[in-house]
């Protein structure tokens, strides 16, 4: 039982950190919180389940194939979104207050979820998402592993990995980062501080786009309603962490997944409590840790 | 050389006018048409200075503009007598513009993003439906305001160790979890909601329709209407002496650089906290009086969505100016029901719409202005 | 035959979520109302042309209280087909009684919309969850099965159903092993059904709608849980069948009225509906939405287009015959259907328990 828990909760912790990882990134490079973020990893699921039935359409059977191009297209078709979407909604509002660059996400979001459930061929019904991985499970006692969540465990787990690789090892990162510590420094030391942006946007929705497919995947179901709460507890996870680092959002999502397993088994009243438990909990976590678990460390000029 | 009043006479009439165009018309192109009027006077407006000429007319005359929009308000009402939908429009335009002026002194003078306005308007519309029949209305009111700025307390120690978006992420919790709870929770109807009675001030039930003789009768949201403009307007003033004050300076001093603010002995901590709660004493006045209008409460009235609704108009109007929250409201509230012709196409249309606003007015429809002390050059 | 023109137009609203989580039975009512109009302007018998004013309640009180106010406020408009979410209705009953608006609910299912007033303006097609859950507690109790895991969406509806099929449950003998409430907009129940995999239960009932039942089904197969999955009236759709493929088969559910494709003027409106390529589906309560515009048409054709007579026209109605059986009002304008049809999944169709292999005895149910 334990271990089912226990397994469960990972599982749910690693597609949440998918999530929360786009929201640091965003918040890093440009201080902004882009709401939109929850209805992208819908759309990318979304964007794999039309390229399945494209390919399968045109008699592609093998399933690692498959994967491959639905995986490439959502990445691909996302990143793109995600740059347009910083190059159109977020750079031109620089001057305005933050806050209304979370306005105008919010609709966007708004606008992407209302489209696919008018637009995408009954879109306000849940739709079945392929089961490409392969079948069958580890069965001891009262716990079952399945295979393909072991698959899609390691999938999650690799690309955060790369992610923060990436950040700390190559130039790009170093752009990313310097844009985020300063970017009136960084364009001095000839870091193009827009080109970095709207790479930070392509990578952060890239990872939505993954987050959305392993989601699909791995509840074998994707609707166009799943952005919604998947965004606000990605958003949380990211702010519980701290924002700006990759490592706080994934530390962020697992307490967040953590909470809501646990307040799903031990809150008297059963587990319709379960998210006042997680929110409460969440709001205790930050009086403690008023700046997230893992704050970067810095003191104010006066 | 004095200032004419007729540029700010002007604007209000106008602004007047739209409101009235916008809840008569019930077609689809006539919608459209009066939102491209009131477009194109906007655009106009900015490159005349128009806009600019009205501002320092209105500041001129300071208490001849309240009485012009109270006239105009309480014309829009006698126009829309017998009009029950319209009058409903108007009522929630004006308690949702209230809520948001709570939010406003919150946000804009304060610096604390309330993501739980839907939170605190439904502890104010919950006590309603409970106390509603066992205490005076005006009471009730009260109480509801009071119970909103005691619930926004829980959350005082939380907001006062945090900023920004940490301190957003405090209020979204909070809202999510309200809403959860009332859901859950059987002791206040749980899922199915509550019927809340309607106001009642001396022998007046303002549920009944106002009957003059078999062919004049004035619809029952006249009384709502009217009590309902008053409170805002009341509000409005009251926020506007506070925005001129010492207090008003010092919870701009605290929004700007709470630092610096306290370096200079204002206690940034107490302000922020101050103006929470009258903020959400506000919503929580609006909630309870907008439940008696709709004699109905339950938990998906107050969901993250109708938080973010009261957010948007705050941005939209301009963030800092309580001007702005009228035409905002407007625009969140009635644009959306008079898109009904699109049927399931609306909220799409409305989102564009929104985005568009944005893109071409980034800080708002009309943008807070710098502080202006009279007697400067 | 009087040229076109000659018609007087008569107004009628239909309100129900257009937009958000239900919005895919929102739509498929307001097509069935549609069709209904439609049907009846293109017979020339007809008295008046009808037009169909569609509003949207968002499944939300407040906004139903607007959109109720403006149709019932509209004196061009004679009567309502009104609501699929219940707490929406309950917050409107007031309004149509202030305006005198008859409305015919065509989809909520809270007992209390009819019995809780006696408001003369409020009819209900559709049967309440009490009839359903009676008829399911026995049904299943009857096939044998012994114990019940219980998960229920904490809105109105998953609530109601929970409480009703409880009670009706404990009568009839079934024990239940554990309650859980969920959240209509929850994506993970694995925490629910690893507990419920340990209670070893051998049916689980599910008090919610599509999307969630869809979730649910799929995350037992994921988790290994092995038991019968029991729904009620509001996972019975196409798209429960089309969100899980294979693993919907042997899903049990409840409706009330009788199976439209077994009626005369079921096939036909099946057919119709299938003529017009709407983009949705009519879902379960898309009939009950044509029954209640045609039932509110006849009483217009009867009485005129007089609000008044109109209601007085609807109070009467009994055993009219449409898509969804014989319709009766009861003394709160309920319709006391008494029939209760029984579903199972079979092949990818929702099929008559009675006509299923699973009634024959040439499949059976899963059992531990």
Same mark, same amino acid.
């Given at each position: 039982?334990?271990?089912?828990?226990?397994?469960?909760?990972l599982?749910?912790?690693?597609?949440?950190?998918l999530?929360?990882?786009g929201?640091?990134?965003?918040?890093?490079?440009?201080?902004?919180?882009?709401?939109?973020?929850?209805?992208?990893?819908?759309?990318?699921?979304?964007?794999?389940?039309?390229?399945?039935?494209?390919?399968?359409?045109?008699?592609?059977?093998?399933p690692?194939?498959?994967?491959?191009?639905?995986?490439?297209?959502?990445?691909?078709v996302m990143?793109?979104?995600?740059?347009?979407?910083?190059?159109?909604l977020?750079?031109?509002?620089?001057?305005?207050?933050?806050?209304?660059?979370?306005?105008?996400?919010?609709?966007?979001?708004?606008?992407?979820?209302?489209?696919?459930?008018?637009?995408?061929?009954?879109?306000?019904?849940?739709?079945?998402?392929?089961?490409?991985?392969?079948?069958?499970?580890?069965e001891?006692g009262?716990f079952?592993?399945?295979?393909?969540?072991?698959?899609?465990?390691?999938?999650?787990?690799?690309?955060?990995?790369?992610?923060?690789?990436?950040?700390?090892?190559?130039?790009?990162?170093?752009?990313?980062?310097?844009?985020?510590?300063?970017?009136?420094?960084?364009?001095?030391?000839?870091?193009?501080?827009?080109?970095?942006?709207?790479?930070?946007?392509?990578?952060?929705?890239?990872?939505?786009?993954?987050a959305g497919?392993?989601?699909?995947?791995?509840?074998?179901?994707?609707?166009?309603?799943?952005?919604?709460?998947?965004?606000?507890?990605?958003?949380?996870?990211?702010?519980?962490?701290?924002?700006?680092s990759?490592?706080?959002?994934?530390?962020?999502?697992?307490?967040?997944?953590a909470l809501?397993?646990?307040?799903?088994?031990?809150?008297?009243?059963?587990?319709?409590y379960?998210?006042?438990?997680?929110?409460g909990?969440?709001?205790?976590?930050?009086?403690?840790?008023?700046a997230?678990?893992?704050?970067?460390r810095?003191?104010?000029?006066? | 050389?004095?200032?004419?009043?007729?540029?700010?006479?002007?604007?209000?009439?106008?602004?007047?006018?739209?409101?009235?165009?916008?809840?008569?018309?019930?077609h689809?192109?006539?919608?459209?048409?009066?939102?491209?009027?009131?477009?194109?006077?906007?655009?106009?407006?900015?490159r005349?200075?128009?806009?600019?000429?009205?501002?320092?007319?209105?500041?001129?005359?300071?208490?001849?503009?309240?009485?012009?929009?109270?006239?105009?308000?309480?014309?829009?009402?006698?126009?829309?007598?017998?009009?029950?939908f319209?009058?409903l429009?108007?009522?929630?335009?004006?308690?949702?513009?209230?809520?948001?002026?709570?939010?406003?002194?919150?946000?804009g003078?304060?610096?604390?993003?309330?993501?739980?306005?839907?939170?605190?308007?439904?502890?104010?519309?919950?006590?309603?439906?409970?106390?509603g029949?066992?205490?005076?209305?005006?009471?009730?009111?009260?109480?509801?305001?009071?119970?909103?700025?005691?619930?926004?307390?829980?959350l005082?120690?939380?907001?006062?160790?945090?900023?920004?978006?940490?301190?957003a992420?405090?209020?979204?919790?909070?809202?999510?979890?309200?809403?959860?709870?009332?859901?859950v929770?059987?002791?206040?109807?749980?899922?199915?909601?509550?019927?809340?009675?309607?106001?009642?001030?001396?022998?007046?039930?303002?549920?009944?329709a106002?009957?003059?003789?078999?062919?004049?009768?004035?619809?029952?949201?006249?009384?709502?209407?009217?009590?309902a403009l008053?409170?805002?307007?009341?509000?409005?003033?009251?926020?506007?002496?506070?925005?001129?004050?010492?207090?008003?300076?010092?919870?701009?001093?605290?929004?700007?650089?709470?630092?610096?603010?306290?370096?200079?002995?204002?206690?940034g901590?107490?302000?922020?906290?101050?103006?929470?709660?009258?903020?959400?004493?506000?919503?929580?006045?609006?909630?309870?009086?907008?439940?008696?209008?709709?004699?109905?409460?339950a938990?998906?009235?107050?969901?993250?969505?109708?938080?973010?609704?009261?957010?948007?108009?705050?941005?939209?109007?301009?963030?800092?100016?309580?001007?702005?929250?009228?035409?905002?409201?407007?625009?969140?509230?009635?644009l959306?029901?008079?898109?009904?012709?699109?049927?399931?196409?609306?909220?799409?249309?409305?989102?564009?719409?929104?985005?568009?606003?944005?893109?071409?007015?980034?800080g708002?429809?009309?943008?807070?202005?710098?502080?202006?002390?009279?007697?400067?050059p | 035959?009087p040229?076109?023109?000659?018609?007087?137009?008569?107004?009628?609203?239909?309100?129900?979520?257009?937009?958000?989580?239900? +919005?895919?039975?929102g739509? =498929? #009512?307001?097509?069935?109302?549609?069709?209904? %109009?439609?049907?009846?302007n293109? $017979?020339?018998? @007809?008295?008046?042309?009808?037009?169909?004013?569609?509003?949207?309640?968002?499944?939300?009180?407040?906004?139903?209280?607007?959109?109720?106010?403006?149709?019932?406020?509209?004196?061009?408009?004679?009567?309502?087909?009104?609501?699929?979410?219940?707490?929406?209705?309950m917050a409107?009953v007031?309004?149509?009684?202030?305006?005198?608006l008859?409305?015919?609910?065509w989809?909520?299912?809270?007992?209390?919309i009819?019995?809780?007033?006696?408001?003369?303006?409020?009819h209900?097609?559709?049967?309440?969850m009490?009839?359903?859950?009676?008829?399911?507690a026995?049904?299943?109790?009857?096939?044998?099965?012994?114990?019940?895991?219980?998960?229920?969406?904490?809105?109105?509806?998953?609530?109601?159903?929970?409480?009703?099929?409880?009670? +009706?449950?404990?009568?009839? =003998? #079934?024990?239940?092993?554990?309650?859980?409430? %969920?959240?209509a907009d929850?994506? $993970?129940?694995? @925490?629910?059904?690893?507990?419920?995999?340990?209670?070893?239960?051998?049916?689980?009932?599910?008090?919610?709608?599509?999307?969630?039942?869809?979730?649910?089904?799929?995350?037992?197969?994921?988790?290994?849980?092995?038991?019968?999955?029991?729904?009620?009236?509001?996972?019975?759709?196409?798209?429960?069948?089309?969100?899980?493929?294979?693993?919907?088969?042997g899903?049990?559910?409840?409706?009330?009225?009788?199976?439209?494709?077994?009626?005369?003027?079921?096939k036909?409106?099946?057919?119709?509906?299938?003529?017009?390529?709407?983009?949705?589906?009519?879902?379960?309560?898309?009939?009950?939405?044509?029954?209640?515009?045609?039932?509110v048409?006849?009483?217009?054709?009867?009485?005129?287009?007089?609000?008044?007579?109109?209601?007085?026209?609807?109070?009467?109605?009994?055993?009219?015959?449409?898509?969804?059986?014989?319709?009766?009002?009861?003394?709160?304008?309920?319709?006391?259907?008494?029939?209760?049809?029984?579903?199972?999944?079979?092949?990818?169709?929702?099929?008559?328990?009675?006509?299923?292999?699973?009634?024959?005895?040439?499949?059976?149910?899963?059992?531990?």
């Open positions: 039982m334990l271990a089912q828990h226990l397994f469960n909760g599982m749910l912790g690693v597609i949440y950190a999530v929360a990882t929201f640091t990134l965003f918040f890093g490079v440009m201080d902004v919180i882009k709401f939109s973020h929850g209805d992208v990893v819908m759309l990318g699921a979304f964007t794999a389940l039309a390229t399945y039935a494209a390919a399968s359409g045109a008699g592609i059977t093998h690692a194939l498959l994967l491959a191009f639905m995986l490439a297209a959502a990445l691909g990143a793109l979104l995600g740059a347009l979407m910083a190059r159109v977020v750079l031109p509002l620089r001057g305005a207050p933050a806050i209304n660059v979370l306005l105008i996400t919010l609709m966007a979001g708004t606008a992407i979820r209302e489209s696919v459930r008018l637009f995408y061929p009954q879109g306000s019904n849940p739709k079945p998402f392929p089961r490409l991985l392969p079948e069958g499970a580890f001891a009262g079952t592993l399945r295979y393909d969540s072991l698959i899609l465990l390691g999938l999650g787990l690799a690309a955060i990995a790369a992610t923060g690789l990436l950040l700390e090892r190559t130039r790009l990162g170093l752009a990313i980062r310097a844009v985020a510590q300063d970017p009136e420094t960084a364009a001095v030391m000839g870091i193009p501080f827009r080109a970095t942006v709207l790479a930070t946007f392509a990578l952060g929705s890239a990872l939505a786009a993954l497919v392993v989601n699909g995947l791995y509840y074998s179901e994707v609707n166009f309603g799943v952005g919604l709460l998947l965004g606000a507890i990605g958003f949380s996870s990211a702010v519980v962490g701290g924002l700006g990759v490592w706080g959002a994934v530390l962020g999502a697992m307490v967040f997944a809501q397993t646990a307040g799903a088994l031990v809150v008297p009243g059963g587990s319709a379960r998210d006042v438990f997680a929110f909990a969440v709001i205790a976590l930050m009086t403690w840790r008023p997230g678990l893992l704050a970067e810095s003191a104010e000029r006066v | 050389m004095p200032v004419a009043a007729w540029p700010a006479l002007a604007a209000v009439a106008i602004g007047a006018g739209l409101a009235a165009a916008l809840l008569l018309v019930h689809k192109a006539a919608v459209l048409a009066v939102l491209a009027v009131g477009a194109a006077l906007l655009v106009v407006a900015q005349t200075r128009a806009g600019e000429r009205a501002a320092a007319s209105a500041a001129a005359h300071p208490r001849l503009v309240p009485v012009a929009v109270a006239a105009c308000g309480l014309g829009l009402v006698m126009l829309l007598r017998e009009d029950n319209a009058l429009m108007l009522c929630t335009v004006a308690l949702q513009t209230l809520a948001a002026l709570g939010l406003h002194l919150q946000f003078y304060a610096g604390v993003a309330n993501f739980a306005g839907a939170a605190f308007l439904g502890v104010g519309a919950y006590t309603a439906a409970v106390l029949g066992h205490l005076p209305s005006v009471l009730v009111l009260v109480t509801g305001a009071g119970l909103a700025a005691l619930a926004g307390l829980l005082a120690l939380p907001l006062l160790r945090t900023r920004g978006h940490y301190a992420l405090i209020t979204i919790a909070f809202g999510l979890l309200l809403r959860t709870f009332l859901e929770n059987d002791t206040l109807g749980g899922p199915q909601g509550l019927k809340v009675p309607g106001f009642t001030l001396g022998g007046l039930a303002f549920n009944d106002i009957v003059f003789d078999e062919d004049t009768e004035w619809s029952f949201y006249v009384p709502y209407a009217v009590l008053a409170l805002l307007g009341a509000t409005h003033v009251l926020v506007r002496r506070l925005e001129r004050s010492w207090i008003g300076l010092a919870l701009d001093a605290v929004r700007v650089d709470e630092t610096a603010a306290a370096a200079f002995g204002v206690n901590g107490a302000w922020k906290i101050a103006a929470f709660c009258v903020g959400n004493a506000l919503c929580g006045l609006a909630g309870a009086l907008l439940a008696m209008v709709t004699g109905f409460v938990p998906p009235s107050f969901a993250f969505g109708d938080s973010l609704v009261l957010v948007s108009i705050v941005i939209l109007g301009g963030i800092g100016n309580p001007l702005g929250l009228l035409p905002a409201a407007f625009l969140v509230v009635v959306p029901e008079k898109l009904q012709g699109l049927q399931e196409y609306r909220f799409l249309l409305f989102a564009v719409l929104v985005i568009l606003v944005l893109r071409l007015r980034p708002g429809l009309l943008p807070r202005r710098l502080r202006r002390w009279p007697g400067l | 035959m040229p076109v023109g000659a018609k007087d137009t008569v107004r009628i609203a239909f309100i129900g979520p257009l937009t958000g989580g239900v +919005a895919a039975n739509l =498929g #009512g307001r097509n069935s109302a549609d069709l209904a %109009v439609r049907l009846r293109a $017979d020339p018998k @007809a008295k008046y042309t009808y037009e169909l004013m569609v509003l949207d309640d968002e499944c939300k009180p407040n906004v139903g209280v607007q959109v109720a106010t403006r149709a019932a406020s509209d004196n061009s408009v004679i009567a309502g087909v009104t609501h699929y979410c219940s707490t929406v209705a409107t007031d309004v149509y009684k202030r305006f005198g008859p409305v015919v609910v989809g909520a299912v809270l007992p209390d009819t019995y809780a007033n006696d408001y003369k303006e409020i209900r097609v559709n049967g309440t009490i009839n359903q859950n009676e008829t399911a026995q049904f299943v109790t009857g096939l044998k099965f012994r114990s019940w895991a219980v998960i229920h969406d904490t809105t109105d509806y998953g609530k109601g159903h929970n409480k009703y099929f409880s009670e +009706a449950l404990t009568r009839a =003998g #079934g024990k239940i092993l554990g309650t859980f409430g %969920v959240t929850q994506q $993970d129940f694995s @925490a629910e059904l690893t507990r419920i995999k340990d209670l070893k239960p051998e049916v689980i009932y599910f008090g919610g709608t599509t999307p969630l039942g869809v979730r649910i089904r799929s995350q037992m197969d994921k988790l290994g849980v092995k038991a019968v999955f029991q729904g009620t009236s509001g996972i019975i759709s196409d798209a429960y069948i089309e969100g899980l493929g294979t693993l919907a088969e899903t049990l559910a409840f409706r009330e009225g009788a199976p439209v494709e077994k009626l005369p003027g079921g036909a409106f099946l057919e119709a509906y299938a003529k017009q390529k709407y983009p949705e589906d009519p879902e379960a309560y898309g009939p009950f939405a044509f029954a209640a515009t045609n039932l048409m006849d009483a217009i054709e009867r009485s005129g287009p007089d609000r008044r007579k109109v209601r007085a026209e609807l109070n009467r109605t009994r055993n009219v015959d449409s898509v969804v059986g014989r319709i009766t009002f009861d003394d709160h304008r309920q319709n006391s259907v008494p029939l209760i049809t029984r579903f199972v999944v079979q092949d990818g169709r929702w099929v008559v328990w009675e006509d299923s292999d699973y009634a024959t005895g040439k499949r059976a149910l899963a059992k531990r």
